[in-house]
């Protein structure tokens, strides 16, 4: 099955700086990967998606995640962090099912903190 | 703008009753999932739907069943809610046939408390 770690429990940068939020995958074939977002008292949001192509992907509210193969990873980036940007993040993979169906495994989150 | 709404925003059931939860999606979306959030377990998935009338078992099926009588609307229901059910539920759907999964839209959420 596949699944994604994300080390961090809580990550704190102050507005301004550059933030990373850390995820690792494990999976067979290529992988198929999310980042989603999830703002106090909200249902998650989806931020942006890996699925083949330019290592670098751009998404919503000024994210981007970078895909690296030999690291296993897709960590998520922003070059200036924002107050607005702390929430609870979550990596997740596409996995395959015996019964070709398809469902989503989600990490168990980071916690994402702007200083002012 | 997809739209996922829930019956409740927060519900407080006692052990033993039956609870129902409640997810409508208006884009017409063929696949709907429930899961359940727990601090420091992530999202895990409990039952899901590719079609209407047809149910998938997730992670963690056991204590809840579900129903899909329509393409829009996915009901989760505890038979009989005990303490450890005690959670966040979320629900989520998205585009894609044949179980081919694009990225999910959730609904707000249901914070369930079982006394």
């Known amino acids: 099955a596949q699944s994604v770690a994300q080390p961090e429990d809580q990550v704190n940068v102050a507005e301004g700086n550059p933030l990373t939020v850390k995820c690792t995958y494990s999976v067979s074939g290529n992988p198929y990967l999310f980042w989603y977002v999830q703002y106090p008292n909200r249902g998650l949001q989806f931020l942006l998606k890996?699925?083949?192509?330019?290592?670098l992907v751009k998404g919503s509210y000024g994210f981007e995640a970078e895909f690296n193969k030999s690291q296993t990873s897709f960590h998520l980036k922003k070059p200036s962090a924002l107050v607005s940007d702390s929430a609870l993040y979550f990596c997740?993979?596409?996995?395959?099912?015996?019964?070709?169906?398809?469902?989503?495994?989600f990490g168990t989150g980071t916690k994402l903190q702007v200083i002012p | 703008d997809v739209k996922v709404t829930q019956s409740s925003r927060y519900l407080v059931k006692r052990t033993g009753e039956k609870v129902f939860l409640e997810c409508v999606q208006d884009?017409?979306?063929?696949?709907m999932f429930w899961y359940r959030q727990d601090p420091g377990l992530g999202l895990r998935l409990i039952y899901f739907?590719?079609?209407?009338?047809?149910?998938e078992k997730g992670d963690i099926p056991e204590g809840y069943s579900v129903s899909r009588e329509k393409k829009e609307r996915f009901s989760l229901i505890l038979e009989s809610a005990s303490t450890n059910q005690t959670s966040m539920y979320l629900c989520a759907s998205s585009s894609g046939l044949a179980g081919d999964l694009y990225e999910q839209y959730f609904g707000p959420g249901t914070r369930l408390t079982v006394t």
């Open positions: 997740a993979v596409r996995d395959r099912l015996s019964g070709g169906y398809q469902k989503v495994t």
């Open positions: 890996y699925i083949t192509g330019d290592n």
């Open positions: 739907s590719y079609d209407v009338k047809m149910k």
């Open positions: 884009m017409d979306h063929e696949n």
